[in-house]
């Protein structure tokens, strides 16, 4: 839950102490093309940190063959979100942008299945049971998060001038970032349920 709450508290931070970027335009990830870019990096960091430490906390209880799948895809996730920090979007791209950007798309589209069949994996553990309706709140939210962001892209994509442009200059960062914050949603329900079960 703290590797959660640092990386949300970076991410807010940034937005006064690099102003430069826009938020409507840019994509989280820019920050760490700026001046402390080193910020974005620890926030992609702890929000990895933050994967593992929520599937360890919960590990005994994601024994279902949905909740394993859930499981390596988790794992999976938090190795490309330690990617993201690791590698930077650089502009134009190179080697380490493009691998930036896989580790992107892993995280993208492939948190909501994780979170939907960890979930769905966890309430048939007792201690899980009565948290159900948690989690299923929680599981839709992230994927609200995800349709939003894409959508956003899809359409305004689409509607972009000129049609040829490799980078329109989409408005799609709050989406954006309304997304991970989703994201980051659940990983708090899950781990609140850890630590406070019945609240």
Known sequence: MGAVVSFVTLLAALHFIEPEFDPSRRLISEYELGRYGWVMTTAFLSLGVGVLATLLSTWDASAIGRSRIGRSLFLIISAALFGGGIFYPYMPPN????????????????????????SSGLVHS???????ARLRWATVAVWLGLLVFAGSTIVLGSLSQPADRVYPDLVIGWQNRFMILTYALWLTVVAWSVVFPRN
């Open 95 to 118: 080697f380490e942008s493009y691998i930036h950007g896989i580790c992107g798309v892993i995280v993208i589209v492939t948190f909501p299945v994780a979170a939907a069949l960890y």
């Open 126 to 132: 007792p201690v899980w049971i009565p948290l159900r």
